[in-house]
Every structure is written in structure tokens, then in C-alpha cells.
């Protein structure tokens, strides 16, 4: 089956350090690949996704490459700050079965925190 | 635009109860999941529904079900609950059935005594 591992943390960094959480999968067919935000005492917010392999999402200076070589989807920003702060889940979704986006598959989730 | 509303945000129940909890999606949105998150699993597929059809589901017991209106609102049922119940359980809208972005509500807390 499918599935999704991460650091879980926490992971503690200083403000404007550069930040690495690593995410690797597995999965059956073609999946596309997430990472979700959560800050305290909120849903998830889609960060950034991708599609295919090679593809690099970004958004709000966070990067990600898909390397299908390697199966990993490891997350990046250069300068963090404190407002990054939150719990951080890189996700699956395998198109294979039957087509269409089939429910996400999660990872635990890796907590981080900044400090100033 | 309203984002996705769930109800009520914190549950109480005992042991062997029911519960029912519901979500409103984004206005225009047809598919509705739901996932339950506890801190040993993680966050769990419990199923998908779109045009009131239930898609996929997850690896869950039959307590768990669920339905979608006519007008895209789901609720979700667990009967005969069990501590392990206890969890924060996420409803996400998104607008078809595709790699569209999914739009995630704030949760219903639920605790079982």
C-alpha cells in the first residue's frame, strides 16, 4: 500500500535559518505529491503540490522537487521565520486505483518551531 | 466566500454512544472527505463523497459512516463509540473530483469518556 514517512520532530530553529524536513514514499501508481500546513487550532492549508516527476512546487518561499529516483519530496525554505512556525504534513495522492484523486495519504506530521 | 464549516467544534460522549458530526463545504464544492487525526496515527482517509455518492473509502470498521445531501453538506456517524475514538476528525471540500486543491474545515474535537 501507500505510504508517506517524515521527521516528526519537533524540530527547533532559530529565525532565519534555513530549514530541510525530509519526506520520503511509497505508492503503487503515479501519485502526485503535498505538503500541508496547520497552525494551531486550524485545518489544513494546501502549502504547495506536485504533479509529476521533476515537477518543484513553491509557495510563500517553501520548495519542493519530486524525485521519483530517490521517492522523496523533502521540503526547503532558505530564512524561516517565526510566523512558520506550525505542524508541517507531506502527503500522497495515487491516482492509480480506479482514477481520479483518491484520498490523501499523510504523514505523521513534523512539528516545528522558530525562535526569535 | 465562506470557507469549509464544521459542527460542533468540541464533542463530548461516553462509551457505546453515537455521534454525528457535520460539514459544510465551500459554496460550489461537490466533493466532500473526511479524515480523522490522533497523535499515534496521524491523519487517517475515512472516506469521499461527491454528488452524494460515497467514492472511496478508507481502512476504517463499519461504525463509521457517513452520507452527502443534495446540496453537498455531509455528516458523519460513528456508532457505538470506543475510546479510541477520541480524535479530531477534518473535513476537506475541494470543487470535482481531480488533483484540485482541497480545502480543509477546522475540525470537530471529539473525546470519549
Known amino acids: 500500500g501507500n505510504s508517506v514517512t517524515q521527521m516528526e520532530g519537533p524540530v527547533t530553529l532559530s529565525e532565519e535559518a534555513f530549514l530541510t524536513i525530509n519526506c520520503t514514499y511509497t505508492?503503487?501508481?503515479?501519485?502526485?505529491l503535498f505538503w500541508y500546513v496547520q497552525y494551531p487550532g486550524e485545518g489544513l492549508q494546501l502549502l504547495l503540490k506536485?504533479?509529476?516527476?521533476?515537477d518543484k512546487g513553491s509557495n510563500k518561499g517553501f520548495e519542493a522537487t519530486y524525485r521519483k529516483e530517490t521517492t522523496s519530496f523533502h521540503l526547503e525554505k532558505g530564512s524561516v521565520q517565526v510566523s512558520d512556525s506550525a505542524v508541517y504534513f507531506c502527503?500522497?495522492?495515487?491516482?492509480?486505483?480506479?482514477?481520479?484523486?483518491?484520498?490523501?495519504?499523510f504523514g505523521k506530521g513534523t512539528h516545528l518551531i522558530i525562535q526569535p | 466566500k465562506a470557507g469549509v464549516t464544521q459542527t460542533p467544534r468540541y464533542l463530548i460522549k461516553t462509551r457505546g454512544q453515537q455521534v454525528t458530526l457535520s460539514c459544510s463545504p465551500i459554496?460550489?464544492?461537490?466533493?466532500v472527505s473526511w479524515y480523522q487525526q490522533t497523535p499515534g496515527q496521524g491523519l487517517q482517509f475515512l472516506f469521499e463523497?461527491?454528488?452524494?455518492?460515497?467514492?472511496n473509502k478508507g481502512n476504517f470498521p463499519g461504525r463509521f459512516s457517513g452520507r452527502q445531501f443534495s446540496n453537498s453538506r455531509s455528516e458523519m456517524n460513528v456508532s457505538t463509540l470506543e475510546l479510541g475514538d477520541s480524535a479530531l476528525y477534518l473535513c476537506?471540500?475541494?470543487?470535482?473530483?481531480?488533483?484540485?486543491?482541497?480545502?480543509f474545515g477546522s475540525g470537530t474535537q471529539l473525546s470519549v469518556l
Open positions: 463523497y461527491f454528488s452524494e455518492t460515497q467514492r
Open positions: 502527503a500522497l495522492s495515487d491516482r492509480s486505483l480506479g482514477g481520479g484523486a483518491d484520498g490523501l495519504t
Open positions: 476537506a471540500s475541494r470543487a470535482g473530483t481531480g488533483l484540485e486543491k482541497l480545502f
Open positions: 505508492a503503487t501508481g503515479y501519485p502526485s
Open positions: 506536485a504533479t509529476k516527476a521533476d
Open positions: 459554496s460550489g464544492h461537490r466533493s
